[in-house]
């Protein structure tokens, strides 16, 4: 995505307005908290076994994971089938498992008034399905608008207020989020602008290892966010082939098993003030053909590890 002299501004201004108070956080250390971060299973892990909400949340449970990321296609087929979503928030709750986000896919940022209108409609939905599990944040991608060259920052700004104006109403959070594979909101500094220049209070953005990388950013661009608007991180890794250019979802793989600077990636987080949810999200088809509790089991393990190792 290309930007005028006065986007690429304003774009530089807004990333460093985010680092707000930065100094401040950064002078936390690991010593004062009891850990740096919690652990987060995003369902997608295990996508491919297409089990049910339900056994997604017991599968969280026994593996052991503080936090669950479900997808709200997920939700919605559990409720048509008979399911009480509000019974499984209280299952979680009772095991001391939060839903830390959800995964959906409105169309709060496209062009069209009319289909904006019915993307928002859908957000509404959507939060309100997720209120019923227990949940506080959804995530915001720029669905719509991936193939749009040259796509206008400000009004996507102007339309994630909107949809945090949704989210207050409804009690839920948006968190505007990186798809590296986009020609919007696949950079670092996009984001920031667009939740900079948005001018909601609850503003905050979702990144994500492998989209940072996949949308040629710099990892040190990292340390110019405040991390205290960062409540839930998307961990993974990825491999050294295929290159940056073609590599795909399905090329993730575990923390630590890959080139990504994880450890670094870890420290700058922190130290920007991030204290939020590691949730670990792969879409990798050699995981979805292994057993279900052994991804969710070894993911967790390797994600504590590269905690381990960034702060011990």
């Known amino acids: 995505m290309k930007l005028n002299r006065r986007q690429a501004i304003q774009t530089s201004a807004a990333a460093l307005a985010c680092t707000g108070t930065m100094e401040t956080v950064s002078a936390v250390t690991v010593e004062n908290n009891a850990k740096p971060f919690g652990y987060c299973f995003n369902t997608s892990c ?43 928030g209280k299952k979680l709750a009772d095991n001391n498992v939060k839903v830390v986000s959800a995964i959906g896919f409105a169309r709060w940022i496209v062009n069209d ?43 996507a700004a102007s339309r994630y207020y909107d949809l945090c104006e949704v989210g207050r109403n409804a009690g839920i959070t948006p968190q505007l989020e990186l798809w590296g594979f986009s020609k919007t909101l696949s950079r670092l500094g996009e984001l920031a602008f667009v939740a900079t220049e948005a001018g909601h209070p609850d503003a905050c953005i979702l990144p994500d290892i492998y989209h940072i990388y996949k949308g040629g950013s710099s990892f040190e661009g990292l340390k110019m ?88």
């Open 113 to 155: 008034d009319q289909e904006r209108a019915k993307g928002l409609e859908t957000a509404k939905h959507d939060m309100d399905l997720l209120k019923q599990m227990g949940g506080v944040r959804i995530a915001a991608p720029p669905v719509g608008a991936t193939d749009i060259e040259g796509f206008d920052l400000f009004a």
């Open 46 to 88: 295990v996508r491919g076994q297409q089990l049910s909400l339900e056994e997604q949340v017991d599968l969280v449970i026994k593996a052991g994971y503080e936090g669950i990321e479900p997808w709200i296609r997920d939700m919605q087929a559990f409720k048509e089938g008979g399911g009480s979503i509000k019974d499984l």
């Open 225 to 312: 966010l405040n991390g205290q608007h960062i409540h839930c991180f998307h961990v993974n890794d990825y491999p050294a082939d295929p290159r940056r250019e073609t590599i795909a979802d399905k090329h993730r793989v575990h923390v630590g098993d890959g080139i990504a600077p994880v450890t670094k990636i870890l420290q700058m987080v922190h130290k920007a003030g991030c204290r939020g949810m590691l949730s670990l999200e792969l879409f990798n088809p050699d995981y979805w053909k292994q057993d279900p509790l052994k991804v969710a089991t070894e993911g967790l393990a390797k994600v504590k590890a590269a905690v381990a190792k960034a702060f011990g």
